[in-house]
């Protein structure tokens, strides 16, 4: 009896100048294109790397014995529940996009073009491709088993899924953020410019930017910073920057009409209204990352 094909989803970054050039035709994008602006220098060379990239990865695959399912763009939902393997190709923004739809399944990155994006997460590049893809169908690569976080508002989880860090804020960036901040049964009235809370994941990106500190990859722990706290005469938060335990729920409850949650960037959110209340804690689903080391 023939062994069956595995099954690889591959979900792929659309570049610039896909989604502005030959998706949208957009004018603008490609007079600053004909005249060589440096706004947009980077965008042919950098989608040309990541066409011979993409085109490596399907034909590797077909020689491997996969069945692909193509995924249109990282964002679209799909199930890859018989999946043997899911392989995000573009960079970190879109393993991030990607893993919200991915459970259990083992998921490898490729960074399709490491001299215009990053690819922390990525621990496949075009001169390792070959042997990665291989290594990664064959079981043979390591992996890290990353935290994800949960939100439940209003005691309804909404997502289970973030892999790195949530940012809550007013929804008009200019505006004043109004909350109140509960941890281990203290409570503290705060206002601020909103507040990063992340995994260990995403504790090198945004939550760093803003103060924080860089946690162990395999750490389950959660960690709060508020962004630009506002402290008239002299006072002080004593939650301005939070490690929540594994186990423990980081809550808030908003004093704004208006506020909203940005779920690892900014195309998953979730809007709130005066008095809602949020939870942020681990979640018991965490993201299975090939290549990835414990504490890389």
């Avoid at 410019?193 to 995403?202: F, L, M, N, Y």
């Avoid at 508020?226 to 004093?255: H, S």
């Avoid at 979640?283 to 080391?293: C, D, F, I, T």
């Amino acid at each position: 009896m023939t062994a069956s094909r595995p099954i690889v989803y591959v979900a792929a970054k659309r570049s610039q100048f896909q989604k502005y050039v030959r998706d949208r035709k957009d004018r603008r994008a490609i007079e600053l294109l004909a005249s060589h602006d440096p706004v947009v220098a980077r965008w042919e060379r950098a989608d040309a790397a990541h066409r011979r990239t993409l085109d490596t990865v399907l034909t590797r695959l077909e020689k491997l014995g996969a069945k692909v399912c193509t995924i249109s763009k990282p964002h679209a939902p799909f199930q890859p529940k018989d999946a043997a393997l899911v392989l995000t190709v573009g960079g970190d923004g879109t393993l991030l996009a990607a893993s919200h739809h991915v459970g259990l399944e083992p998921l490898l990155g490729v960074n399709s073009s490491p001299a215009h994006s990053v690819g922390y997460f990525c621990a496949a590049r075009p001169d390792n491709l070959n042997v990665m893809l291989a290594k990664a169908l064959a079981g043979e690569l390591k992996s890290a088993q990353l935290t994800r976080m949960s939100v439940v508002v209003n005691e309804k989880l909404r997502a289970a899924r973030v892999l790195n860090e949530v940012l809550f804020s007013h929804l008009n960036p200019a505006a004043v953020s109004r909350y109140i901040l509960e941890f281990q049964g203290k409570l503290e009235d705060q206002r601020s410019s909103g507040c990063w809370i992340g995994t260990a994941a995403g504790s090198t990106g945004a939550l760093r930017s803003a103060g924080g500190r860089r946690m162990a990859l395999g750490s389950r722990q959660l960690q709060m910073v508020v962004r630009e706290p506002y402290t008239p005469q002299g006072a002080v938060l004593t939650m301005r920057r939070v490690i929540v335990p594994y186990g423990d729920v980081l809550a808030f409850r908003t004093k704004m009409d208006k506020a909203v949650l940005f779920l690892d960037g900014p195309y998953r959110r979730i809007h709130l209204g005066l008095g809602d209340v949020v939870q942020f804690g681990a979640s018991e689903e965490r993201l299975n990352v090939l290549g990835v080391g414990p504490t890389r």
